[in-house]
């Protein structure tokens, strides 16, 4: 079965960092395509990065340069390094198994990130 | 970019009856569109993709429909499970990833 559990979110001040965690279970994250995708609250689902196979990285043009897309395949575990936080990036953060095709099949229950003074 | 736009932002259907969602892309995206159920509090889930073809384990009373701009969620006879939120996301062209801005579905 598959499964993603996401950790590491919490209270953050503006500029500051936080790293979130995405364990799977049921696959192996190094030979899938992976993602973040953030829901700020009461809002909609906002793509945020992408980890290729490969090792190639997209991310959308809000956290360009502040977030990084990482993973460790001894511990079958996604990464997001998110540097330099703004209010603006307050959401639920959720990682997902991407298809090759291109939509997300399978869902973490997410992680919540709160950025405020 | 493409940009996804979903209507109406809110559907008010009662249990029993049929459920029509739509789903706008600026630009064909051929059939490369997927719909995901998002209930309060939990995860989106992947309903379809392909514009028709049911996700693993989502019952037959969900379908969908289209090509190219037009796209169509439709539930046969709603549950009181499938009250929910609604997200389209079109994948003919990424990244960007775009998803439409949801449609709420509630009970009459």
């Known amino acids: 079965e598959v499964q993603l559990v996401g950790s590491g979110g919490g209270f953050i001040q503006p500029g500051g960092s936080l790293r979130l965690s995405c364990a799977a279970s049921?696959?192996?994250?190094?030979?899938?395509?992976m993602g973040w995708v953030r829901q700020a609250p009461g809002k909609g689902l906002q793509w945020v990065s992408l980890f290729y196979t490969g090792g190639t990285t997209y991310y959308a043009d809000s956290v360009k340069g502040r977030f990084t897309i990482s993973r460790d395949n001894s511990k079958n575990t996604l990464y997001l390094q998110m540097n330099g936080l703004r209010a603006e990036d307050t959401a639920m953060y959720y990682c997902?198994?991407?298809?090759?095709?291109?939509?997300?099949?399978?869902w973490g229950q997410g992680t919540l990130v709160t950025v405020s003074s | 970019e493409r940009v996804m736009t979903q209507s109406p932002a809110t559907l008010s259907v009662s249990p029993g009856e049929r459920a029509t969602l739509s789903c706008r892309a600026s630009q064909s995206v051929s059939s490369s569109l997927a719909w995901y159920q998002q209930k309060p509090g939990q995860a989106p889930r992947l309903l379809i993709y392909g514009a028709s073809t049911r996700a693993t384990g989502i019952p037959a009373r969900f379908s969908g429909s289209g090509s190219g701009t037009e796209f169509t969620l439709t539930i046969s006879s709603l549950q009181s499970e499938d009250f929910a939120v609604y997200y389209c996301?079109?994948?003919?062209?990424?990244?960007?990833?775009?998803f439409g801005q949801g449609t709420r579905l509630e009970i009459k």
């Open positions: 049921g696959f192996t994250v190094s030979s899938n395509y």
């Open positions: 996301q079109q994948y003919h062209n990424w990244p960007p990833i775009t």
């Open positions: 997902a198994k991407f298809s090759r095709m291109g939509y997300f099949d399978y």
